[in-house]
């Protein structure tokens, strides 16, 4: 089974410091068909204006990836942590039993754009951890690159589930495949640029899930800028 999630659907908040875009329900924005899928609890599509921020707030039990697309994002965390992300950057925190933080915009005088993602764990209340990792877009040019696993296999960051966050970039009439497995779930986003998928057009902040599905994905690059497309590989 195929479902697509098209981005002019997602829910939106505008707080003027913060524009956002919600894949699944997320605070005020309730939809219960779309609660989240698997383990694949939140994308929000940020955009925070120079100065602004999320100030400091806790969370527990979820691994929180954060995906910069322009600008500069900065992070602080209870447990020390702190750092700036950059495009190609992506920065895993898992709240465990707790941890407080707060991102802002890090920036000089320029909106940050960045996606946020929540995976829910495969065990509960472990330690605060935090971790981040700069990714050569040039190694996933016309190729998938593992970007989070469980193992942190091939420079992944390591998170807390039985899930892969794989990344890839194409330029038009590039393709690629991955081979899909009936007995996991894929969610497929669509960060910049567009592609066909399957020959289905998808572009940027569209989505497509997918359960039940055995044989290969086949994506193309569609437009005249590079796309960039995040594809989850989940448990049930």
Do not use: C
């Not at 694949?40 to 999320?54: C, K, M, S």
């Not at 902040?205 to 800028?225: C, N, P």
């Amino acid at each position: 089974m195929r479902i697509v999630r098209p981005s002019g659907e997602r829910g939106h908040v505008d707080a003027g410091w913060l524009g956002s875009r919600h894949t699944f329900s997320f605070g005020h924005y309730h939809e219960p068909k779309w609660m989240g899928f698997g383990p694949l609890r939140v994308i929000n599509e940020d955009r925070v204006a120079p100065g602004g921020g999320f100030p400091p707030h806790r969370h527990a039990n979820m691994e929180i990836l954060s995906y910069v697309i322009s600008g500069a994002l900065a992070h602080r965390d209870s447990t020390g942590s702190s750092g700036v992300l950059r495009p190609g950057e992506v920065q895993w925190m898992s709240a465990g039993s707790g941890i407080e933080h707060s991102e802002y915009n890090g920036g000089d005088g320029v909106p940050v754009h960045f996606l946020q993602i929540w995976i829910m764990p495969d065990r509960v209340n472990a330690p605060p951890d935090y971790d981040q990792r700069a990714f050569d877009p040039l190694q996933r040019e016309g190729r998938w690159a593992t970007l989070a696993s469980p193992d942190g296999g091939d420079g992944s960051l390591a998170i807390r589930q039985q899930a892969w966050m794989r990344g890839v970039r194409l330029a038009r009439d590039v393709s690629v495949e991955h081979a899909l497995d009936p007995a996991r779930l894929y969610w497929l986003h669509v960060v910049q640029g567009a592609v066909s998928a399957d020959g289905g057009a998808l572009s940027a902040g569209d989505a497509l899930g997918m359960s039940g599905e055995q044989g290969s994905l086949r994506l193309t690059g569609a437009g005249d800028d590079v796309a960039d497309v995040l594809l989850f590989d989940l448990p049930p």
